[in-house]
């Protein structure tokens, strides 16, 4: 059964949504305590979550109810998943954009992504333009630099396996000072 945040249906309210996996709080403590050197901009730990599908900006009331009501069809059994681990966006290039922690392979993380997907598409948004990649983002650079001291540092990263019952459908408020990030539904999984 989903729990839902309960909204003013306003027809020109739009919302920037989201959908991912939260984490519990040792294995985020885990996370943060990957150091980066230079200018990294660090993820800050309360936006620390494995986002299974960015959905977008603009999405209008009518659009957010038939999101919610796709995602209450999903149907999977709870798993366990685990960070294991890091790297970086592009891949393969000296200069890195982007520090990353990543997901052990998990066949489970990857129907349960795959159902999302297909839920979404059913409500009328355009697919996902790129494969699904189970990662964290750790840390922003810029300008781009050099990642082999923290990918050597860190490249046999593990956290514990940590049980995953449940999905969330978040919406972001962007601000200077950082994204927030609000609970619209979550879904048990069963």
Do not use: C
Request: hydrophobic share 45%.
């Amino acid at each position: 059964m989903a729990v839902v945040r309960i909204l003013s249906l306003d027809p020109k309210r739009t919302m920037r949504l989201f959908v991912a996996i939260e984490l519990p709080d040792d294995v985020k403590d885990a996370l943060t305590a990957l150091r980066t050197e230079g200018s990294a901009r660090r993820t800050k730990r309360d936006q620390l979550h494995l986002t299974l599908r960015f959905i977008g900006d603009g999405i209008a009331q009518p659009q957010f109810v038939a999101i919610k009501q796709a995602l209450a069809d999903v149907k999977a059994a709870p798993f366990a998943m685990q960070f294991r681990g890091v790297g970086q966006f592009p891949n393969g290039r000296k200069s890195a954009r982007v520090l990353w922690a990543g997901i052990a392979p998990n066949p489970a993380l990857d129907a349960l992504q795959a159902q999302i997907e297909t839920a979404l598409g059913n409500t009328g948004l355009e697919p996902e333009d790129r494969p699904f990649s189970a990662h964290i983002t750790l840390a922003r650079l810029d300008p781009p630099q050099n990642a082999s001291p923290f990918l050597e540092t860190y490249q046999s990263f593990e956290s514990r396996a940590i049980p995953v019952d449940e999905f969330i459908l978040f919406s972001s408020i962007l601000s200077p000072q950082g994204a927030t990030h609000h609970i619209e539904a979550s879904y048990k999984l069963r």
